[in-house]
C-alpha cells in the first residue's frame, strides 16, 4: 500500500530546513523533515555559534540545532534519515526518492544546502572543528592572535584570507597555481595586505595533529620542486567552493553554472509549490540567520500555496 500523500516534505535539516519545520508545524502542516547526509546542515561543522542572535555567550551548535528540532516537534514536526536519491517534480502530487523508498508530497521545501569541498586529507575530516574549517565567519575568532592558513585561489579564500586578518597576526595562503580565480579587486586586496602571505604552486599533503586533537602544522608540497615541507599553524581554513546539494532535480528546476537553485522572490522556484531556502539556493550570505530567514519564507508560502489551491 502506497503512504498517504503529505501536505509537505522538507530536504534538510540545518537552520533553513529546521526554520521551514517550526512554521510549517505550527500551520498545522504535520511536515515531514529528511535529515539528508548532513544532519544539521553546515552549522555542525561549528562548535561554539556566536552570530546567532540570541545567545549573549554563543549557543554551542548541537545545542542550537537541537533546540530548533524540538521546537520544531513540539508543535507536530516529524524527523526521518531519508537522503533524497531522485525527485519527480513533473507530476502531482511530487514524488520523492529515498533508495528502495518513495514519498508523495503536495508541496515541497528544499533546503539540502551546499556541502563544503574538503581536500581529502587522511586527517582532515577528524580535525573538523578542532582547527580545520570551511567557515572563517564562525571559527576565525577562536584563532585570536594565532597564525592561520587559507587554502584556495578564488572568491572565497580572498573574503577568507581577509576576514580571518582581523584575528590572526599572520595569514598563510596557499594556491595550488600561480593564476587566481579571484576577481582582480579582491586578490589586490588580499596582496596588499600586510598580515597576508602568498604561497602559490603548493599543496597541502596532511593536516596534523590528530592525537592532540588541535591543528599544530601542515606537510606540504611544492608543484615544481616536487619538496616537500613541513608547515606550523594553528588552523587550516578551506576556501575551495561548495557544492550545493540539488544534483537530484537535474533540469526540473533552474540552477546556476555552479549548480545552486536559482529562485526569484527570495524562495519561489520554477514549478509551483517547490520552493527553496538556505545554502541551497544562497551562495553570498551562507549564515545561519539567513537560511534561517529563508526558510521561514518558504514555510509561510507553502501555507499560502495550499491554502490557494483549496487544502
Ligand atoms: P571558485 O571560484 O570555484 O574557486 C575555488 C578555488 O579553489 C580555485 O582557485 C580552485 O583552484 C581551488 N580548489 C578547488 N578544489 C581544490 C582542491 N581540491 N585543492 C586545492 N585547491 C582547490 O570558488 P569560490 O571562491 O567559492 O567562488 C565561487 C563563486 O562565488 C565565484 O563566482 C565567486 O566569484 C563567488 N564569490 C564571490 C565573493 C565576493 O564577491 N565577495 C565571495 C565569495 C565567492 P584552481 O583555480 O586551480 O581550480
Redesign the pocket.
Known amino acids: 500500500m502506497e503512504n498517504p500523500v503529505r501536505e509537505t516534505v522538507i530536504m534538510g535539516s540545518g537552520c533553513a530546513g529546521l526554520t521551514a519545520a517550526i512554521y510549517a508545524a505550527r500551520a498545522n502542516l504535520k511536515p515531514l523533515v529528511l535529515g539528508g547526509h548532513e544532519p544539521g546542515g553546515q552549522l555542525s561543522l561549528t562548535t561554539l555559534v556566536e552570530n546567532f542572535p540570541g545567545s549573549p555567550e554563543g549557543i554551542q551548535r548541537p545545542e542550537l540545532v537541537e533546540n530548533m528540532k524540538k521546537q520544531a516537534m513540539r508543535f507536530g514536526a516529524e524527523f526521518s534519515t531519508g537522503h533524497v536519491t531522485a525527485a519527480d517534480l513533473m507530476r502531482r502530487p511530487f514524488t520523492l526518492t529515498l533508495g528502495k523508498d518513495s514519498i508523495r508530497t503536495r508541496t515541497l521545501i528544499i533546503a539540502s544546502g551546499a556541502s563544503a569541498?574538503w581536500?581529502?586529507l587522511p586527517n582532515e575530516q577528524a580535525l573538523i572543528g578542532h582547527g580545520v574549517s570551511s567557515c572563517a565567519t564562525c571559527d576565525g575568532f577562536f584563532f585570536s592572535g594565532r597564525e592561520v592558513v587559507v587554502?584556495?585561489?578564488?572568491?572565497?579564500?580572498?573574503?577568507e584570507a581577509l576576514f580571518l586578518t582581523r584575528f590572526a597576526t599572520k595569514v598563510t595562503l596557499i594556491?595550488?597555481?600561480e593564476?587566481?580565480?579571484?576577481?582582480k579587486i579582491?586578490l589586490d586586496r588580499a596582496r596588499k595586505h600586510d598580515k597576508i602571505a602568498f604561497l602559490t604552486d603548493t599543496?597541502v599533503e596532511d593536516v596534523h595533529d590528530v592525537a592532540k586533537k588541535e591543528v599544530t602544522g601542515l606537510t606540504l608540497r611544492n608543484l615544481k620542486s616536487n619538496e616537500v615541507s613541513e608547515f606550523p599553524t594553528s588552523a587550516l581554513f578551506l576556501?575551495?567552493?561548495?557544492v550545493p546539494n540539488a544534483q537530484m532535480f537535474g533540469d526540473q528546476l533552474e540552477r546556476d553554472v555552479?549548480g545552486y537553485l536559482k529562485t526569484v522572490n527570495y524562495v519561489f522556484t520554477r514549478v509551483p509549490g517547490v520552493f527553496a531556502c538556505g545554502d541551497v539556493q544562497d551562495?553570498?550570505y551562507r549564515q545561519a540567520i539567513s537560511a534561517a530567514g529563508t526558510g521561514c519564507m518558504a514555510a509561510l508560502e507553502v501555507e499560502k500555496y495550499l491554502e490557494e489551491a483549496g487544502r
Open positions: 569541498r581536500l581529502g587554502v584556495g585561489g578564488g572568491d572565497s579564500a580572498m573574503e594556491h595550488r597555481r593564476q587566481f580565480r579571484a576577481s579582491m599543496v576556501g575551495i567552493g561548495h555552479d551562495r553570498r
